[in-house]
Structures are given as structure tokens and as C-alpha cells.
């Protein structure tokens, strides 16, 4: 009976947060990485689409209007990392920040030696455990999928944004998601190798297809690499193939095929 009440529940909230089917044409025709998957996976990412709408608030900062068509744009690309995981993943948080632009935040480090750095950082995105989470729809107006686009290395703030969200669901933000204690030691083995030698490679000023940001940290490695992972799957397979059967793995899905 509570699981006929929970279908009956999710059933209201698709009907109620239904997106129309121009709107949905054109958000695939944006992102040309969504269209890309088959249709049984785009069916699935439309439902989950309109759950994550009806589940989130969005809200607007700086007279920015969060319409229907950026709401949906968010929504697509939030939902396909989780396309087989579940929107659980995403409990954490209901609020979404969209900015029309890059936000300047100020940051206050203090290093080994106990001195403390004050600076400002420009963000187009910025992951919060607990939420909210913040957007700039700037830099996610348009694709960038260097495969279709000639850039040199892939850029998908929503995504990596997710990833952070995915990576804190249990604490802590460490390039490691929820695992059991098994899959956490391999899962560490595989990233911590991945991310020396993409660190290297980024040192000597080699081309990479995953954003070289990703060598800041391994926590920043496992977001970009995400992106790359769903973005441009095919390029990431023969990039970085331990860390493409990583993540294939980890969300269930094998994007490249």
C-alpha cells in the first residue's frame, strides 16, 4: 500500500511539473550530448527531469528570471549522472541559485605556515554541502562538447557541480562517493594513480580532454573527469580508460557505446 501511494505521489508531481515537448526538443538540440542517448535513456531522464523540478526550488539572485527553459536546462543535465542511481542522491539540498553571470566570492585560506591569503575568486558554479547550490546560466547557456565543437578539453559546470554534490553525499568532499569499505580501497587505488598521472601529464603542458583545473585536487579531478565521462564518453574511453570504467561502474551506465 505505501509503495502504491509513493508511485501515485511521483505519478502527480511528472504530472504536474510535465515539460512540454518544444521546450524538451530544444533542450536536446542545446545540449547535443543528451540527444546523443538512446530512447529508453531519454525517456527516463525526462521523468526524472520533472521530478528534480517539482522537487528543488530555483531562485533567481541579482534580478536574474529563472524560466522554464533554464530551470529544464539545469534539470537535464543534473539528472543524467543519476540516471541510474536515483534522484535520492540529490536529497541533500533543495535549493539552486542562478546567477546571470560569474560570481566573485572572497576566499580566506591559511596555509601550512600559518599565514593567512585573502582573495577573490571568480565561480560559474559553486557546490555546498547541505545547499544551496549555486549556478551561473552564462556558462551553461551553450554546449561545449569538444568533439562537436573543436575545444580543447571538455567544460560542463552543471555536471561538475553534481559531481561535488554525488562526492559530499557522504561528508566530505574527496574525489571518493558513498562506497562500502571494499570498493572505497579499490575506488582509491584507481583514482589517486589516475589523478598522479594526469597531474603529470598537465605539469609537462600536454593536451588533455579533462580540464586541467581537475590537477588542483582529487576532489576537482573526479568532477571533471564526470564531465568528461558524460559529455564526450567516446573521447574519455580512450583518454583515460581506468577512470572511464571508474565512473562506468559507479553510475551504472556506459555512455561511449
Known amino acids: 500500500m505505501l509503495d502504491a501511494w509513493r508511485r501515485w505521489r511521483e505519478q502527480r508531481a511528472i504530472e504536474r511539473h510535465t515539460i512540454p515537448d518544444a521546450l524538451w526538443q530544444l533542450t536536446l538540440l542545446r545540449y547535443p550530448f543528451l540527444a546523443l ?3 529508453d535513456d531519454l525517456a527516463e531522464l525526462r521523468r526524472l527531469c520533472s521530478l528534480f523540478l517539482a522537487s528543488k526550488e530555483f531562485h533567481g539572485a541579482g534580478g536574474f528570471e529563472v524560466t522554464d527553459e533554464v530551470a529544464v536546462a539545469v534539470a537535464a543535465q543534473a539528472c543524467l549522472p543519476v540516471l541510474r542511481l536515483g534522484l535520492g542522491w540529490y536529497d541533500g539540498f533543495v535549493g539552486i541559485v542562478m546567477h546571470e553571470g560569474e560570481v566573485v ?4 585560506v591559511e596555509d601550512e605556515d600559518g599565514i593567512v591569503h585573502e582573495y577573490d575568486e571568480e565561480l560559474a558554479g559553486e557546490a555546498m554541502e547541505g545547499g544551496p547550490l ?3 546560466w552564462n556558462a551553461i547557456a551553450v554546449s561545449n562538447d ?3 565543437f573543436g575545444k580543447d578539453e571538455v567544460y560542463n559546470v552543471v555536471i561538475h557541480e553534481f559531481a561535488h554534490v554525488i562526492d559530499m553525499r557522504d561528508g566530505e568532499a574527496d574525489g571518493v562517493p558513498p562506497l562500502g569499505p571494499a570498493e572505497r580501497e579499490q575506488w582509491i587505488a584507481v583514482i589517486d594513480a589516475e589523478w598522479e598521472k594526469f ?3 598537465v605539469d609537462a603542458g600536454g593536451e588533455t580532454l579533462i580540464d586541467p583545473y581537475g590537477a588542483e585536487a582529487v576532489e576537482e579531478f573526479f568532477a571533471v573527469a564526470v564531465e568528461a565521462f558524460f559529455v564526450a564518453p567516446a573521447a574519455m574511453r580512450a583518454e583515460e580508460p581506468a577512470m572511464y570504467e ?3 561502474g559507479f553510475f551504472r551506465q556506459d555512455p561511449a557505446t
Open 199 to 201: 597531474c603529470q601529464r
Open 37 to 39: 542517448r538512446s530512447a
Open 105 to 108: 566570492a572572497q576566499r580566506r
Open 246 to 248: 571508474l565512473l562506468a
Open 146 to 148: 569538444p568533439t562537436l
Open 134 to 136: 549555486m549556478l551561473s
